[in-house]
């Protein structure tokens, strides 16, 4: 049941991992006061080197969500679906 639960918090995490980078280098790059967007980089100068595009590029990390998404949803239902086939064959399976 471990493995299991294992396998479902690793899809969910699949899913969301763009987002979360995203997030966090935003968090981060505002905690610096740099300016973040989607739009262009901007020059973001932290203890002397320009984190400007390192931040641009996490932040448009974000859009990998519109591929993690669906693929999380679509293998969320299919392990559903191996463990119901599998349950199932145990039952009726003689002993």
């Known amino acids: 049941m471990k493995r299991i639960a294992i396998a479902y ?3 969910v995490l699949f899913a969301i991992a763009p ?5 966090i280098s935003g968090y981060t790059a505002h905690a610096f006061g740099c300016q973040v967007d989607e739009g262009s980089e901007h020059a973001c100068m932290i ?7 390192a931040f641009y590029v996490l932040v448009v990390f974000g ?3 519109i591929v993690t998404l669906p693929l999380s949803v679509i293998m969320l239902i299919g392990l559903t ?15």
């Open 9 to 11: 918090v690793g899809i």
């Open 19 to 23: 987002i979360l980078v995203t997030i």
């Open 47 to 53: 203890f002397g080197l320009d984190w400007g595009s």
């Open 63 to 65: 859009w990998f969500t």
């Open 81 to 95: 679906i191996f463990l119901v086939v599998q349950k199932f064959r145990k039952r009726v399976a003689p002993s």
